[in-house]
């Protein structure tokens, strides 16, 4: 057996793990947890409002779940659920004015963070990264409709490996 392929899975979900917990270190005395930060970031990203099913599908998490926090984070007055104009069976979420003006501070906070993370890896190296998890990811995207079932709207990797 091939020994990085071996280590691959368990690194890389260790690796995005531990960002993502070294991010919460830094959100958490704005009050935001990472479900939340994580669900305020990608209303901010998105084109338009979201329906919860696209929010929870993007998330990966189901939707009674995410109806809780989406409670929580209007009790906290982070975003504001309104019916939808296209469907009247569901809600969209919107970003409330709160949220909006905490979007730089969180965006500033993961830039700093990247920045810190990725500082010393020299540039092809990181390039050569991001191609190969680029790949990947569509491998494992393909044929399973997952996203087209669910209704997600994927983020897709961007020319510096941001999305």
Known sequence: MNKDVDVFGPLLHGTARAWRLKLDERLKPMGLSQAKWRTLMHLSNAPGPLTQAEIAAHLGIEEPTLVTLLHRLEGDRWVARKNSSQDRRCKTVHLAPRAQRVIEQIKTEAFQLRHELLDDIPASEL????????????KAEKGNG??????????RVGKNGQN
């Open 127 to 138: 390039r050569t990264c991001v191609r190969v998890l680029d790949r990947i990811r569509q």
């Open 146 to 155: 997952s996203a087209k079932h669910n209704g997600a709207r994927r983020a």
